[in-house]
């Protein structure tokens, strides 16, 4: 006979990645080279709103450039947010959720480049997200007896072995 019986448990309910790309312009006087570029800082969290997941963030970007013909350098710092809506499914049915969200792809910049007296640049960053919640899950229960494995004493297997070791071995005759 078997019966049913139901556990309560959280899970991954719902569960992506999105690739985001943000195209950024900062003005500077006089740029020549553009020398590097780097981001730092990258803060995030995501909230459930109805169907989505809304994830606000934001990281600081630190360009190097040489100014007046290539002989001067100086770095502009800049902060960018970011307020991103991704859609998921599964997230309306959800109860006791919780937002997980993860930078797989840490924002850096794709391409970097001066306009005049802007400098352009793209940054690049991919985000997971995972939506855990509690659900109900039916499994069978059997409820017949398991045999049980005999469990021997060591110190009762060590005094077997003793008893049937032969010291004697070398000196008995072989037919």
């Not at 969290?45 to 002989?71: A, C, E, L, P, R």
């Not at 352009?120 to 997200?129: D, F, H, R």
């Amino acid at each position: 006979m078997s019966n049913y019986k139901e556990i309560v448990t959280k899970a991954v309910v719902s569960k992506g990645k999105k690739l985001f790309t943000t195209n950024h312009s900062v003005e500077v006087s006089n740029p020549s080279t553009v020398l590097g570029c780097w981001v730092i800082n990258h803060n995030f969290k995501g909230v459930k709103n109805s169907n989505n997941i809304v994830i606000d963030g934001s990281y600081d970007v630190n360009i190097w450039y040489s100014y007046d013909n290539d002989t001067k350098t100086d770095v502009v710092k800049e902060t960018n947010t970011y307020h991103e809506v991704v859609h998921m499914r599964n997230v309306s049915d959800v109860e006791g959720e919780e937002i997980i969200v993860r930078s797989l792809k840490q924002p850096n910049p794709l391409k970097v480049e001066i306009n005049g007296n802007n400098i352009n640049y793209v940054i690049e960053k991919e985000l997971g997200i995972e939506l855990v919640g509690d659900v109900k899950v039916k499994i069978e229960a059997n409820e017949e007896d398991d045999n049980w494995d005999e469990i021997v004493e060591e110190e009762k297997v060590e005094e077997e072995i003793d008893k049937n070791i032969k010291e004697d071995y070398i000196n008995e005759e072989i037919i």
